[in-house]
């Protein structure tokens, strides 16, 4: 008798790829509006809920936590200019999915579920920026210090874009977004509807996280150190690397597309993993936008990378491959190095008939936005990304030698430009997200001591840094700092005043202390 083949959760190679279809977030709905100053503005309450999810057809379900019982969550989408209120709800279990180190910040004597949602690349004000301390348990039994309001209000007061929301509580952000607390938030704007881009069933938001399972198909997330220590137990890792690749909460998707264009809004909502994407049959990427909305200009590309947090915009014209099967290949660039499961993240298949004629376009001007003048920086700053070992002898990745609790020192002024030099002193990049704010990258250079004063302030020679990768040149939220380069990046701190933060996305990372204060004030 024929053996039964056995399929293996914790096995990429006991199951196949492709046999599940894409599935698409839906949108979110509010609740009501009300009148706001002669505003409509729509009311959402999103519930944070443990659920059953399916990554697999072979899988078991596997307990989840998600937003509206669901992840990738639902997609708000919103008008530039246009105030949306959310309330994120906790309804979470009091245990966690997943073990909890309770040696790192803010987790010591506080609950184990503690949530904050941060939505990230707003332009918003402080109290509703979801800020690491301004946590709550369940029914708001505790909330951490910095905690001021139930409702977040989202302005919108920013161009067209794709944002993405996700938890932030300080100490447990890799354990709650890991267990799939995330979701996409698109602004919309006038421009966007004039340029005449591929939308409705032909505008895709593709969410990549690489996820490991265990046998019985709950989430794997390691429990000690890396390397190992023998206490604390559980002791967080300095990274956690997946062997499968879920996109939308699928693993190994496909997509049959029709013969013509189509957009795709590409985030890396994974805890460390970079992406070095291309397409199998060597075609092209239209790339229309980055983090922060669209480019000056539509460039073509054939590959990019995209480090966590990271998004992307672009098109592919499908118009030429009809008949053709096109996987999304994870390939150079990737870190780390990608093997046979996690070199591939999902399947096109050209199949579909022509629906009706494709009036869509592919714009060469997009945004004529006006880059910042670096000569009007108000202040330089060199941050250094460097490492030391805590107590227990585990590593721990700083931002200039300091942690989480000490003083703030990134004070800036409302209404200035800063230049921020980023010196990685790391083998490996480190993904930097700078909360409230845009910012552009000026360039990158390999440095050696002659580069610092006796200060240890970086020698600023624009002359002399090498441009950023073309599918960078646009407005930005997270920066790749390059290992064994200075990455400089502008920025103006335009609108709001308060208490926001800057660190690294690798989340296991900014967990252990790679994270600072950031204070704008007046």
């Not at 946590?135 to 302005?155: C, D, L, M």
């Not at 490991?212 to 023998?230: C, I, K, M, Q």
């Not at 296991?508 to 204070?519: A, V, Y």
């Amino acid at each position: 008798m024929e053996e039964k083949f056995r399929v293996d959760p914790s096995d990429p190679a006991t199951f196949p790829k492709f046999i599940d279809h894409l599935t698409v977030p839906p949108l979110a709905t509010p609740e009501k509006t009300y009148d706001y100053h002669s505003q409509d503005i729509p009311y959402y309450k999103i519930m944070m809920k443990e659920v059953r999810h399916r990554f697999h057809k072979l899988f078991p379900t596997t307990r989840i936590w998600g937003y509206n019982g669901m992840s990738p969550g639902p997609t708000i989408e919103a008008s530039k200019d246009a105030a949306v209120h959310v309330r994120w709800v906790n309804s979470l279990p009091e245990k966690h999915l997943i073990p909890v180190d309770k040696t790192l910040h803010g987790t010591i004597d506080t609950p184990e579920v503690r949530t904050v949602v941060h939505l990230h690349g707003a332009n918003v004000a402080a109290d509703s920026d979801g800020h690491p301390d301004a946590w709550y348990s369940r029914n708001y039994e505790a909330v951490g210090h910095a905690f001021t309001r139930r409702v977040y209000k989202y302005t919108n007061h920013q161009p067209g874009t794709t944002l993405w929301y996700h938890d932030h509580a300080v100490g447990i952000t890799r354990l709650n977004v890991y267990a799939g607390l995330a979701g996409f938030y698109l602004i919309r704007d006038r421009l966007e509807e004039r340029l005449n881009l591929p939308r409705g069933p032909y505008e895709i938001p593709l969410m990549i996280q690489d996820k490991a399972f265990n046998e019985d198909g709950s989430l794997f997330y390691p429990d000690n150190a890396t390397p190992p220590v023998n206490k604390p137990v559980p002791s967080t890792p300095s990274f956690f690397i997946g062997n499968t690749i879920a996109v939308n909460g699928k693993l190994w998707p496909y997509l049959n597309v029709e013969p013509r264009k189509y957009r795709f809004r590409i985030l890396n909502a994974s805890n460390l993993r970079a992406y070095g994407l291309s397409l199998s049959n060597g075609g092209i990427f239209h790339q229309i936008g980055t983090d922060q909305g669209l480019l000056q200009n539509s460039v073509e590309i054939d590959s990019f990378v995209l480090e966590p947090a990271e998004r992307i915009d672009l098109i592919i014209d499908f118009s030429q491959y009809r008949g053709q099967e096109i996987t999304l290949v994870n390939g150079e660039g990737s870190t780390p190095p990608a093997d046979a499961d996690t070199g591939v993240i999902m399947k096109f298949r050209v199949v579909l008939p022509l629906k009706r004629p494709d009036t869509s376009d592919i714009p060469e001007d997009l945004f004529p936005y006006h880059p910042i003048n670096p000569s009007l920086a108000y202040r330089e700053r060199t941050l250094h990304l460097d490492e030391t070992v805590d107590r227990y002898g585990r590593v721990m990745h700083l931002l200039d030698d300091r942690m989480w609790h000490d003083p703030v020192t990134e004070i800036v002024k409302k209404d200035t430009i800063e230049i921020w030099h980023l010196v990685n002193h790391f083998d490996f990049p480190h993904p930097i997200h700078v909360h409230l704010v845009d910012f552009e990258i000026l360039g990158r250079k390999p440095f050696t001591v002659a580069d610092f004063d006796k200060k240890g302030n970086y020698k600023y020679v624009p002359q002399s840094l090498s441009p950023p990768e073309i599918y960078e040149r646009g407005l930005k939220d997270v920066v790749r700092a390059t290992p064994g380069e200075v990455t400089t990046i502008a920025m103006h701190f335009k609108e709001h005043t308060g208490d926001y933060i800057w660190h690294c996305h690798i989340l296991e990372h900014e967990d252990n202390d790679m994270m600072r204060p950031l204070k704008v004030v007046d």
